[in-house]
């Protein structure tokens, strides 16, 4: 029998990006939160759809499910959030940990936006420790910082939503080479969340299915203090403050990185239509390295 303190998940994978969408829930017919929901992009094309939210709601709906809340872990850098799309079709609160203020200040001055971009985007700004109802559920927000600097986890009941500050145990962690992100503070989040209990369920923002393997997104504390290639227990900080800076020296910028913030930064909302009636994305040119 499933404990009480256990809620039920269901993830849906994006193969493009390697994000996973989750939807959290107790019984059928009651209240949900969906968490770092995708909108599907087209950078070749410019085009936009709606394949995952779709996804997402066909299985709401299928099980009558009252979305509640949207939450996303922090600003991604490599996929355009469907926040926005799916609150427009479900209602529901919009939330991120409230360290985002400071990530929207550099996504206007970087793109130079007339005013801040994030206005009105959330409803709602969480602090580290903030308590909020999913449901019957608690939830409990962990400020998670290290891959950006507004990364937040989300514990409800024995599981917790952690975005990118680690992958499954074979893939490591999130990158820190972002502006704001920093591999000391990385390595005190992940040791955060290792200090929870060893039985708690962890839910990855991604999964880049190394060697091939099937797709996984869910381990728990004690598969990840045991065996996470970058951080598992008996790694230092100096140690993964190395190597994590020497992977990242080696690293790409996001293929989505230029599209994703300016969207990302609004909740998933694209630019307003411009006169002729069409919508376009920024892209600066010759960006000093850092600013973003």
Same mark, same amino acid.
């Given at each position: 029998?499933?404990? =009480?303190?256990? +809620? ?8 493009? %990006?390697?994000? $996973?969408?989750? @939807? @959290? ?28 939210? /779709?996804?997402?709601?066909? !299985?709401?709906?299928?099980?009558? !499910? ?11 850098? /490599? ?27 550099? @996504? ?13 985007? &959330? ?6 420790? =903030?308590? !909020? ?19 937040? %986890? ?6 917790? &939503? ?6 499954? +145990? ?22 955060? $969340?290792?200090?929870? %209990? ?19 997104? =869910? ?10 290639? !970058? ?10 403050? $190395? ?8 690293? /790409?910028? +996001? ?7 300016? @969207? ?24 000093? +390295?850092?600013?973003?």
């Amino acid at each position: 029998m499933r404990p =009480e303190a256990a +809620p039920r998940v269901h993830a849906f994978y994006d193969g493009r %990006s390697a994000a $996973l969408t989750y @939807v @959290v829930y107790g019984d059928q017919g009651g209240a949900c939160a969906v968490i770092d929901p995708v909108l599907d992009y087209d950078p070749n094309t410019g085009r936009i759809d709606a394949v995952t939210i /779709d996804n997402v709601l066909r !299985f709401v709906e299928t099980n009558d !499910f009252r979305v509640e809340w949207i939450l996303e872990t922090h600003i991604h850098h /490599d996929h355009l959030s469907g926040a926005a799309a799916l609150k427009e079709r479900v209602g529901g609160s919009l939330g991120i940990g409230e360290h985002y203020v400071a990530v929207a200040d550099i @996504v206007r001055d970087v793109y130079n936006l007339p005013c801040d971009p994030g206005e009105g985007a &959330f409803d709602r700004l969480f602090r580290d420790g =903030e308590a !909020f109802p999913v449901g019957n559920f608690t939830a409990a927000v962990l400020h998670t910082p290290g891959h950006t600097a507004e990364s937040v %986890s989300y514990r409800i009941g024995d599981a917790v &939503f952690i975005g990118d500050v680690l992958f499954m +145990p074979d893939s490591g962690c999130g990158r820190c080479d972002f502006r704001g992100g920093n591999a000391h503070a990385l390595h005190r989040s992940i040791r955060r $969340l290792m200090a929870l %209990s060893p039985s708690t369920r962890i839910f990855v923002g991604h999964d880049y299915r190394p060697g091939g393997r099937a797709v996984a997104w =869910e381990t728990t504390v004690l598969d990840q203090k045991a065996g996470n290639t !970058f951080a598992c227990a008996d790694v230092t900080e100096k140690e993964f403050v $190395l190597r994590r800076m020497e992977r990242d020296n080696g690293l /790409d910028a +996001p293929a989505l990185l230029l599209p994703s913030l300016q @969207v990302n930064i609004r909740g998933g909302r694209l630019p307003p239509p411009e006169a002729n009636g069409a919508i376009y994305l920024k892209t600066p040119i010759n960006l000093p +390295p850092g600013s973003l």
